[in-house]
């Protein structure tokens, strides 16, 4: 198995939902970065559960701690590891669950993979991993500080509640301002209200969440195989619940013509090249041109539902199954910080990659 | 750089559009496997310029010669290098371009990244390096044979000329037999006439292909971030054009419900379980789960098109540019088998990282 | 900066000496492998300090805590965190040579590289990170279990002392029952009076460890780069003190002709190909051939002598430094347990590799 | 099977003894060399057969050919693919040994391995392999160029016939002068001598390459698994024949005491930090130090006499095999280009990754 994303800055997560806790360890790190664990702390805050009414009530205060690769306030070069213990990790019973099979989880899958499982909360498979990918997401944030890059993720799309604006006509001081983390105070309303009747129901819904970066450097990305996009879309389709990833134009766009798609060059007033249209979202052969970045991606419903569902136990006999208790009813407003963590993650890698282009 | 793809079965492709040729070194396929190299051929068969009226009239008859790792028939365990002579490389004069950007090709990106860029045909950016990709893939079927998978690809969409039917829907055996590759009499008519009709009037159009998997063995792919769709995910993206990417209910299931998104598990009369609807596409929690893998991928209009546009030349000064000849007007049929080809790197790779899973 | 080692069975090490603590990801190890922790924790006391009068005093009880990846006292599949938290670590202060060089140490080499380093007992260049290793390397021998592999690494030499007897001859059960680890009683007694004769002049010493490995699979290293001799030489010398490897007949072979030092296959009374002679450590072509593997690795005299010694400091200044207390006066005792983590660590990789020889 | 070297700078090799030719691709140069093909023919001619009256008479002119990544001389970023066509493969019949293991050889460990082998010249086993790293070592010392690096390998050791002086005392202008590449004209004489001696024998004979590298950047290397030794010294240990390597004091360290061997820093003229002595061998925990790195690597004697000897075929039947024609009687000579290169290939990666050490 490989628990490791990145070539240069490089994260290995490891950790269960249920064990003593969660960690990442970050190689490949430059020496000399400032390292601000209250920052670190922050991301995980905003990915916490529990931080509002309409996430999982689940309660972990996500405290991280330290463990090595920084002295003096600075990143040494070598490996930082970050630990999250787990809080809430005893205080609820799986042995109902010990042997059947949830429905779309991992637990069928992991079972014929592995001959065994850790069923408490789904084990590696829980979305608890992501702590530590928004811990070493955090990490890479602040190494791109460094290159003045922004990157903002939002909720667009709850069910079938759309956010209609594009990336460019948000108020992104207003994304942090609601729990669906949606830039527009009417439609984050209807979303939130449509998560909090799903609920009601013992259902769940999905939704997409919209990302754009702004001023990333001409080159980063490679042009065959690690395309920056790919890797884009590799990072976001490895988050739990990502059934989709489409960046510049991308599904619409195969309906439109050559002559419409292109994006034409021009010189702005700083004598740089920019491009007119942003079809391309910033990345043209696989490697970003200087424009915004934007990309979207699809989060499925939660399969845990509190309702009663037929499945089999790991016996292969049927049987029933009904979600407890403390469970997202929609991903999409914690994977924000998640999508946001990941793409850092790819974007430090490639300016570290970016390094070696020429003699 | 890195021009490779895979952890365990690995490619690496080398060689431009208009150099000597393009080859690709195959790096960890077993020993023991039989290799027909006529069926490398016919997939490479499918992919070459000039097949058809409606793609690219360029001349190359794209034969593969085999270098290494081979004897008597089977491979031997180590490296299997491929090598394609290009034929029609020195025929067509790209001076003119030499210096100019093509609008919404690499060629901008190349020169910002690299500081010097073979611009004839594109250099290595060039579509052609697919072929590379193609071989390897036709190796990776060949090793895929013994475990009976079938991968099939098609053209779903042209413009905004929409195949309706499902994949479990069509007949396959219809693919092969028009120009775009849709399995629909009528509906591949269609679409050749709206490639035609673009390609009158100089410009170009983008599509989308379906592909789907079937007789997966359970437990392909791996949990956290190789998950089976990311790692497909990003082999697609990584296909020049691509824009986007779903999987099972893909971008569509973000409205639906959780009790409506759910797999059930039941058993099978061969006591194999199985699921009754399968929103999962095949995978779950990352991992095939034994249904069918399916999933879409965005193609955008080829960016060379036979009008004047606006442009700008390295040194920045404004310009115009206008294609030439032997270009395709919509990459999506000759995409068809570089998908195929990509899956199957995909799940050889999986197939043999496997194999690690238990003790 | 890579802190990884293993392709499939991979570990990855992080922690410095005088930090919190240090720790192990093992990511690879397949699930189903009783994971016995007191093994593991006796693996480190064969390596921790204090173990004897002739080691550094240092007080650390080395305790392993499991992080994750163990479920009901087995293997899952996913990453297994080890952790070794530091006790000792604040006791000693290091202020005095904060900006000093040591000498021969990776002081000046660190300070270069990265620009600023933990100067605390050596930080992350500090021998303790073997600890780390030799966690891993215990779970790499719990996986060699199964195959009925075993490992054996002795003290052969110290300063001038050297153990003449070979590896065939020894009694391994005498290894652990000195302090030295050299399996004979007489030679043990005189290493172990130079390495005290050494420590009261304030001086060091180095030493030559020995070790082989029997019941070996044929099968185990590929062919080109990754051989296994060259994997287990480099895994050796990344062992700290460590300035030379040789395997078989190693130096000495230099000067046997063809006819001496090649090793004539015959069938034994299994039916099972094996050679006369071994000079060729067990290794041909760079794949084990089931005959006992062999090498010895020397070690250079510890760099930290209570000797005054002239030196300069980060602002280039001339000073003088001088050890104080608890060092090791002799590498080679507590090297033992590393060398057969790390062969351990090799060999369980290679293992997991072999799976893909064949299709 | 892994043919790759290199993490940044990355070659990977293909190709056998007897087949079409032998390759590599380089991937990873970076753009802006200038790939100067004549020099990298001339490495070639240091290594191929036929050179001297001493080596093997195989008829192979090794001419290279560049496929790929070269654009108006110069290296465009994209891989550089190589190939040396072999010319002599058909010439001699290998039917007779198609089915006997070769003792010390690879045809045993090969055949087990993999079900099947290519048993011509030894197929990818070959040392002719080792012409493609001679290759992608050439482009390493023409990235190194820049930094001014000198890299030197010569022969100091043929059986019992020792070159007494150290790498300081030498006279390098000697190396290539004499067959054996021995930098004393008289000592050259008596190796030689024992070459044609051991040859008329039907016998071969080990020997000891002496290498050293001068003007290295301080900062090679990483603190933990890859260290600049442990590379260079698996680098050394993946060519065909190695037995050993040592680096600085080597083995005869071991018997220094620490206040003996400690290299105490100085500041020079230049106010440079250099050290008095140099046990170091130009590596202090694993990084370069600026100080000359130097190393030994002992080679057995070739596998290949033309005496009868008693073996094995695959049926596992006793029977005899004999050697023919053209095979070297002394690896050395031929080997000391192939160590350059190596040493070359893992110096060139090390300076693309320094460039990731700070931020």
Redesign the interface.
């Known amino acids: 198995?490989?628990?490791?994303?990145g070539?240069?800055f490089k994260i290995?997560?490891?950790?269960?939902s249920h064990?003593?806790?969660?960690?990442v360890?970050i190689?490949?790190c430059?020496?000399?970065?400032t390292i601000d664990m209250d920052f670190v702390q922050s991301e995980l805050d905003r990915r916490r559960p529990g931080q509002s009414a309409i996430v999982t009530q689940r309660k972990e205060t996500d405290n991280v701690e330290?463990?090595?690769?920084v002295?003096?306030g600075?990143?040494?070069?070598?490996?930082?590891?970050l630990?999250i213990a787990n809080q809430d990790a005893k205080s609820q019973d799986y042995s109902e669950f010990a042997d059947k099979?949830r429905?779309?989880?991992?637990?069928?899958?992991?079972f014929?993979?592995?001959?065994?499982?850790?069923y408490r909360g789904g084990?590696?498979?829980s979305a608890r991993?992501t702590a530590s990918r928004v811990a070493g997401g955090a990490i890479a944030k602040l190494?791109l500080q460094?290159y003045n890059i922004k990157i903002c993720a939002y909720t667009s799309?709850?069910?079938?509640i759309i956010l209609e604006k594009n990336y460019k006509e948000i108020d992104i001081s207003l994304i942090e301002q609601n729990p669906v983390r949606c830039p527009d105070v009417l439609v984050a309303q209807e979303m939130e209200n449509l998560i909090r009747e799903?609920r009601k129901?013992g259902?769940?819904?999905?939704?997409?969440i919209t990302t754009f970066v702004q001023n990333v450097d001409?080159?980063l990305g490679?042009?065959?195989?690690?395309?920056l996009?790919?890797?884009l879309?590799?990072?976001m389709?490895?988050l739990p619940a990502c059934?989709?990833?489409?960046?510049?134009?991308?599904?619409a766009?195969?309906?439109?013509?050559?002559?419409?798609?292109?994006?034409?060059?021009?010189?702005n007033e700083n004598?740089d090249?920019k491009?007119h249209s942003n079809?391309?979202?910033g990345i043209?052969?696989?490697?970003?041109?200087g424009e915004d970045i934007y990309f979207?991606t699809?989060?499925?419903?939660?399969?845990?539902?509190m309702?009663k569902?037929?499945?089999?136990n790991e016996q292969?006999e049927?049987t029933t199954i009904q979600g407890k208790g403390r469970h997202d009813p929609c991903v999409v407003p914690r994977a924000v910080p998640m999508v946001e963590a990941m793409t850092a993650l790819v974007l430090a890698d490639f300016y570290?990659r970016?390094?070696?282009?020429?003699?």
Chains 1, 2, 3, 4 share one sequence.
């Open positions: 198995m490989s628990n490791s994303f070539k240069i290995t997560t490891f950790g269960e064990g003593k806790g969660i960690g360890v190689d490949g430059p020496a000399g970065l330290l463990l090595s690769g002295w003096q600075q990143s040494t070069g070598t490996p930082i590891a630990w099979f429905p779309s989880h991992a637990d069928y899958t992991y014929a993979k592995y001959g065994l499982r850790d084990g590696r498979s991993e190494f460094q799309q709850v069910g079938n799903v129901d259902d769940t819904i999905g939704g997409v001409v080159g490679e042009p065959v195989f690690d395309r996009h790919a890797e879309g590799k990072a389709l490895s059934k989709g990833f489409e960046y510049g134009s991308g599904f766009g195969v309906s439109m013509r050559g002559s419409q798609h292109n994006d034409i060059f021009y010189k004598n090249i491009t079809h391309s979202g043209q052969g696989g490697i970003s041109n979207r699809a989060f499925k419903p939660v399969a845990t539902i309702q569902q037929n499945t089999l292969g049927e570290l970016k390094r070696n282009d020429k003699i």
